[in-house]
Each structure stands twice: as structure tokens, then as C-alpha cells.
């Protein structure tokens, strides 16, 4: 039989073919009126995309290039920071604050787990400057309480800046910037707005700017302000990936227009995010429900929609299921990262994933749970009529 590759990862994810025929059609100069338009338009999209009216910063950069981003424009060398970490991306906060000169206190739990609102409490110090998180933690597939966290650091009348990696969360978790309390969000193109990897953004409230104005780690590419200053004349500070700016347009264009009516039928780009947001959560539902009737085990105890990440049977390496997907179906999926490799799998949701491919994923996993892994005692149809019966729940109207 014919194999067609398909992605079921975290990032890259699967690209919307809109975003494909924007980008072979961007061949324009990025200081002409022509992109101008098109960057102050992208970026006004992106405010509704993650709910803020404050500026928004695209970098010519992956996610990680945001974030160190978000160190090097808000701390200074000495300044006492506070990381919550429970996973590998929350490693990576904690080893860019130290790289930076911070003063580290670390909230830490083990991977797949979330964290206890009252260990952050009172780890939360009067010098404290800001708080670093990941609203998804992506190596675990663990979503962590954003609004509850706002609200802990409200409550105590904290300095501190709440900066969030959003770049699995964003699409796959109900994130409102502004609404929740956030300072710093920070999305990528490679997820949820399923384009590829290149692009980073950061939204960014006044509170924030503010602060840029007393910090002085060192910084030149990644000057938020410098990009600031450019961006109110769009343009970016120095060349940017115009063909992915491009594609970001055409990928912003198509979420608003899911939510498209007979009176406005380009859609609303804040309605269109909930349904992207509904989507991811129906099927890491289904697929949530299919791994379990197939006698997996799930990994995290706050699943989010962005993955889901499953732990291998025992005596098993999680790489022999990722490979046997891969080598007899071309199916995609992730190994653990971390001190998780080789002990659970992770299928990703976020982005240009659909009912269709999800039913296909189910299936292929079942072929390899009979055939391989027969002490699972699971037979054909398990997972899927399992994943079928969530998918009637979740979408059959009352």
C-alpha cells in the first residue's frame, strides 16, 4: 500500500495550504509600501489573536529566541526571578535566567505534574521581578493554570512581571492576555497557526515596556524596543522572514474565517481562535479516550489539548512504538523529552488537525498495539469506537 507522511507532533506541525500559496507568492521587498502593509496587518491580528491591546513583536526567530527575548529586555544581572518548572521547557527558563545573571528561585515538579498555587506562594519574595512559566508544558502534555496563577500574584500585591510561554498554548488553551493578567505571551509560527518554523511573537503590556526602561542586560538583535519602534511604521528592525510573515497572514486570515457568517463572511479572528481551541480539545479528547481503551496509560495529571503524552507499557521503549508508527504507516508522533525519552509518546492536536486525521491516527495505533503489544489485551475497534463516542459527545448539539 502507498504511504502518505503525515505529522502528528507538537512542532512542526501539519501546514495549511493557504499559508503555502502565500508564502511561494511572497516575492516582495520588505522596505516597500507593499509589505508595510502587510506587517501592520499581520500584527494587528495578532493582537486578537491572544487577546491584548497592547503591541505585539514578531522575531525572525524560533520560540527559544523569544524567550531569551523575554529575559535579556525585562531582568538585569542579579535581579531575583522565579521559574516554575515541571518539564524540559521549564528547564529552559531557568537556564536562560541564569545565563542572564538572575537570581533563580525554582518552583519545581516532576514532569507531568502541575504546581501546587501555595509552593508558589510562598516562593514568591517582595524582591521578585518577574515569573516565568510555560501555560503548556510541551514535553509532557501537562497545561498549567494561568488565570489561577494571575490571580495568586494579584492577590499578593506582586512586582513581579508574569511572562508566559504560550507557544503551545496559544490555539489550544482559551488564552486571553489582557483578561488573564499576563505580561509577556509568547507564541510561535511552527504550532498552532500552522505555518513553519522561523517566527516567534511577543505581546507585551505596558507594564512590561515600562520596565524595559530600568533593565540593562545586554541585547541588540532581540531589542524589544528597537522592534517596537520600527513596527509602529511597519516595518521590523532588521530583515525579517518576509515568506513566513506572509504565510502568518494567510494563516490568521483562515482561523477568523471558521467563524465566518452571511453578514461577515471573514469571520471574526477571536471567534475563530475558540473554535481552533474547541478543535484541539475534541480531539485530544477522543484521543485521550482511545489510548486508554486500549489499555495505555495516560503521563499527565492536568492533560492539555496541545498533546497527549502516554506512557509506554512496562518493559517497553516508547521509541519502538514512535518508529513502528512511522516505518509501517508514516505516521509522525514524538518520543519523551528529557528524562521522559523512551518512557512515553506524545501525539500532538494543535494547529490543522481534524476529526479525519485523528480516526486515521487511532486506527494506525491499534494495528500496532495488536500486532506488537499484545499484553495490552486490546483488540481492533477498541480505541476507535471509544474516540467515536467522545467525538458524539462533545459535538452533538442539545
Known amino acids: 500500500m502507498i504511504r502518505k507522511t503525515r505529522l502528528f507532533t507538537p512542532g512542526p ?34 493582537k486578537e489573536f491572544v487577546g491584548t491591546k497592547n503591541d505585539v513583536i514578531i522575531l525572525s526567530s524560533s520560540g527559544t529566541g523569544a ?47 502541575t504546581f501546587d498555587l501555595d509552593k508558589v506562594k510562598a516562593a514568591l519574595k517582595l524582591e521578585t521581578r518577574a515569573v516565568f512559566v ?37 490555539g489550544t488553551t482559551h488564552l486571553d492576555m489582557d483578561a488573564t493578567g499576563i505580561d509577556v505571551l509568547i507564541g510561535g509560527s511552527q504550532k ?15 507594564r512590561a515596556w515600562d520596565r524595559m526602561e530600568a533593565t540593562y542586560n545586554p541585547r541588540y538583535y532581540f531589542d524589544l ?15 525579517p522572514a518576509v515568506a513566513l510573515i506572509a504565510a502568518l497572514g494567510a494563516a490568521l486570515d483562515w482561523i477568523a474565517a ?12 477571536a471567534e475563530g481562535r475558540k473554535k481552533l481551541v474547541d478543535n484541539a480539545e475534541t480531539i485530544a479528547a477522543m484521543t485521550r479516550a ?15 489539548a496541545a498533546a497527549t503524552a502516554v506512557y509506554a507499557p512496562e518493559g517497553v521503549d516508547s521509541g519502538v512504538i514512535v518508529k513502528e508508527l512511522k516505518s509501517r504507516f508514516a ?47 486490546a483488540k481492533f475497534g477498541d480505541g476507535l469506537i471509544a474516540a467515536q463516542k467522545v467525538y458524539v459527545e462533545r459535538t452533538t448539539k442539545a
Open 331 to 377: 505516521a509522525v508522533i514524538t518520543n519523551g523529552q528529557g528524562e521522559m525519552k523512551g518512557q512515553i509518546f506524545r501525539i500532538a492536536h494543535l494547529g490543522f488537525f481534524d476529526y479525519m486525521d485523528t480516526i486515521a491516527l487511532i486506527g494506525a495505533l491499534e494495528q500496532v498495539v495488536v500486532k506488537s503489544l499484545p499484553q495490552l489485551g
Open 258 to 269: 471558521q467563524a465566518a457568517t452571511p453578514d461577515n463572511p471573514a469571520g471574526n479572528l
Open 13 to 46: 506541525t501539519p501546514l495549511l495550504p493557504a499559508a503555502q500559496f502565500a508564502m511561494a507568492a511572497a516575492d516582495i521587498h520588505h522596505r516597500t509600501p507593499e509589505f508595510r502593509a502587510l506587517y501592520l496587518r499581520v500584527l494587528a491580528q495578532l
Open 67 to 113: 524567550m531569551e527575548a523575554a529575559v535579556s529586555n525585562l531582568t538585569s544581572p542579579g535581579d531575583r526571578v522565579l521559574v516554575l518548572s515541571a518539564g524540559k521547557f521549564g528547564e529552559r527558563w531557568s537556564a536562560l535566567a541564569k545565563a542572564f545573571g538572575c537570581e533563580v528561585d525554582l518552583v519545581s515538579e516532576p514532569y507531568g505534574k
Open 225 to 239: 524596543r528597537k522592534e517596537r519602534k520600527n513596527a509602529k511604521n511597519g516595518e521590523s528592525a532588521y530583515t
Open 192 to 206: 498552532a497557526v500552522m505555518i513553519p518554523p522561523g517566527l516567534s511573537y511577543l505581546a507585551v503590556s505596558q
Open 290 to 304: 482511545a489510548v486508554e481503551a486500549l489499555g495505555f496509560k495516560l503521563f499527565s495529571d492536568s492533560p492539555g
Open 134 to 170: 510555560q501555560a503548556n508544558e510541551t514535553s509532557t502534555g501537562a497545561r498549567h493554570d494561568m488565570e489561577a496563577l494571575a490571580k495568586l500574584l494579584k492577590d499578593a500585591h506582586s512586582e513581579a512581571l508574569l511572562i508566559v510561554d504560550g507557544i503551545t498554548g496559544l
